[in-house]
């Protein structure tokens, strides 16, 4: 990253139609601060915390402000979901992964909760409009 700031890079390769021959990358940097400051101001609701996750239980972004990547000091802090410091949201996590259930509601201290989670989109999932398309 020329700026210093933790994020990630997505990229995809280019190919020329119709033979399908390799041109090269597109890619771009993202902010993790961005796309924390995106889930904030998404947010269904101001009780709602919205976390992308990768498949190392690691916070890339989150819309809880103290729960997401950041450099303390001279090292890059990457959380994990299992640490968040609401116990909600850990809780929500440990009965996803134990039912794999994507939409589920559950009690935390005598309060209903719902939680949702969704796997994020792949290039595959791109039709060639740019839409996601997702088959269930």
């Known amino acids: 990253y ?3 700031k933790p994020g990630f890079t997505v990229s995809c390769p280019v190919f020329h139609e119709p033979d399908q021959t390799f041109i090269g990358v597109t890619g771009i940097d993202i902010d993790a601060s961005q796309l924390g400051e995106l889930l904030r101001e998404e947010s269904l609701s101001e ?27 001279d090292k890059l802090y ?36 719902i939680a949702c989670f969704d796997d994020f989109p792949t290039v595959e999932s791109v039709d060639e409009t740019g839409k996601i398309q997702k088959a269930e």
């Open 2 to 4: 020329s700026n210093k």
């Open 78 to 113: 990457i959380p994990l979901i299992t640490q968040f410091s609401d116990p909600k949201i850990v809780q929500a996590y440990n009965i996803y992964t134990k039912t794999k259930q994507n939409v589920f509601n559950f009690t935390y201290q005598d309060i209903e909760y």
């Open 47 to 73: 009780q709602c915390v919205s976390i992308i996750f990768n498949g190392k239980m690691e916070v890339i972004a989150s819309s809880a402000v103290t729960e997401t990547v950041r450099v303390e000091g």
